[in-house]
């Protein structure tokens, strides 16, 4: 399979799949940034390895399935390739126009968005009914579920295999229709966008939402600590995405976090957020 992306989603797909037995191709744009990524679950592996849930043998060959490359035309012969690009909808469309071009006519295009209607991905290719939404959840190697993104015009074969796919990574995987937010960012986001306006209406602190949501609804991170995972910056593209789609209130981003991500906060990527890292 081939990965187009060596961010944090690229990276811990990545890492997922060469643990599940597939071989991987992995497309960066830099060499360094390809190293980085590489150099990330080298890290992540040896923490497995400390903690007693992995060896050094199976380290070994499962990075031995990793490959890196900055060419493309290395993506040829794969029979799935999942794209993790950033959330800008010209960069998908330029991404799988050229994968459509380079890759062999029975190969799944698949894409990891949260944001855009995949159908308009698909339509950039000439094998519409060959590209599916493959949606990971952050982080990769820890989240179980994945969302396949069942469009108008994908082929049952398609949906079939990917399924066959995830199942494969030891993930859960549901089928959705093909609308913004999908399942669970359409139920998710309206509720962290509602604890920025808790907070914008000096109903309580950041912390204390943090651990009212903890204590109260037994969530694993409040509200606050998960948008800074997510990155402030991902989420205002999410909501903006969501409120331009359905024009529901719930969905209008909170003013704080348009003015946090114009100030350059965008949460655990870059060590600032709601908290400092």
Known sequence: ?????????????????????????????????????????????????????????????????????????????CDLVIETVVEDLEVKLRVMRSLDTVCKPSTILATNTSTFPVVELAAATNRAGQVCGIHFFNPATVMKLIEIVRTLVVSEETIQRVCAFALSCKKDAVVVKDQAGFVVNALLFPYLNNAIKLLERGVATKDDIDTAMKGGCGFPMGPFALLDLI???????????????????????????????????????????????
Do not use: H, W
Request: overall charge positive; charged content about 25%.
């Open 1 to 77: 399979m081939g990965i187009v992306g060596s961010g944090i989603m690229g990276s811990g797909i990545a890492e997922t799949t060469i643990e599940s037995g597939y071989k991987v191709v992995l497309l960066s744009r830099t060499p360094e940034s390809a190293k980085m990524m590489v150099e990330t679950i080298k890290a992540s592996f040896k923490k497995k390895i400390d903690r007693g849930n992995k060896t050094e043998d199976q380290s070994l060959e499962d990075l031995d399935r990793l490959s890196v490359t900055n060419e493309i035309a290395a993506l040829s012969n």
């Open 231 to 277: 990155g402030l910056d991902t989420a205002l593209s999410i909501l903006n995405s969501l409120y331009g789609e359905f024009k529901d209130p719930n969905y209008a981003p909170a003013p704080l976090l348009k003015r946090m991500v114009s100030a350059g906060m965008y949460g655990r990527k870059n060590k600032v957020g709601f908290y400092n890292y």
